[in-house]
């Protein structure tokens, strides 16, 4: 009775500290089944959408220190305009039937995925600022037109790269996987050649959802 009960305690604790690594071997199976309804599933949206939203503000607010004549041209609300897209664009790409959508046709752009791409791009210092700079003096100041403008050319861009990337990048076939914490588990890997960061938290005793997204 004694080994009895020490093995179902092996057992017990094996599938314990197993759990997250049945769930990535779940999620990479669904997503190379261009299953997105399984993978969409698996995602807590309230933790997702805000975290996703803050790296974004938070790195174009790190760009924008970078360029005192633009803060100073447009200010306050360049930055408002900015942060109300980039708002949109999550509120816009992180939803369930957007991420099943995305999981199905394998990293296929559409509208809502094209702007999520701009907002990563704005904030990521890859608008053009020469351009920008010129805009504001000729809109006399007119920040919504100008950053309605700077969207567009940066959509167009990002479309065309991510149409590129679908095409040609390249998927992990062996992501890292590894604990961060007793209830806290990683996957990073690429996705069509993007660097990318999971983050799952245990849900019960075997179940896991994924709450954060690491952008690159």
């Known amino acids: 009775m004694k080994k009895l009960v020490i093995l179902l305690l092996i057992i017990a604790v094996a599938v314990y500290a197993g759990s997250p690594y049945y769930s990535a071997y779940q999620l990479k199976n669904a997503y190379d089944d261009k299953d997105g309804a399984t993978i969409a599933a698996a995602i807590d949206y309230e933790q997702v959408r805000p975290s996703v939203q803050n790296q974004l503000t938070s790195q174009f607010a790190t760009t924008m220190t970078k ?56 904030a990521s210092d890859q608008v053009d600022l020469k351009n920008l700079i010129q805009s504001l003096i000729i809109q006399r100041g007119d920040v919504d037109a100008v950053v ?45 050649g ?23």
């Open 194 to 216: 993007y660097p990318l960061t999971i983050e799952m938290q245990r849900e019960g005793l075997i179940n896991w959802k994924i709450v954060d997204i690491v952008l690159p």
């Open 67 to 122: 360029y005192p004549l633009i803060s100073e041209l447009g200010g306050e609300p360049l930055t408002e305009a900015a942060n109300g897209f980039i708002a949109q664009a999550v509120e816009g790409a992180i939803t369930p039937q957007n991420i099943e959508k995305v999981i199905n046709t394998q990293g296929q752009a559409n509208t809502a995925t094209k702007e999520l791409a701009a907002a990563w791009a704005i």
């Open 148 to 192: 309605k403008s700077q969207m567009q050319q940066v959509m167009k861009k990002q479309a065309a790269e991510l149409e590129q990337q679908v095409a040609q990048g390249n998927d992990s076939e062996k992501p890292t996987l590894s604990y961060c914490g007793i209830n806290c588990f990683s996957i990073s890997g690429q996705v069509k």
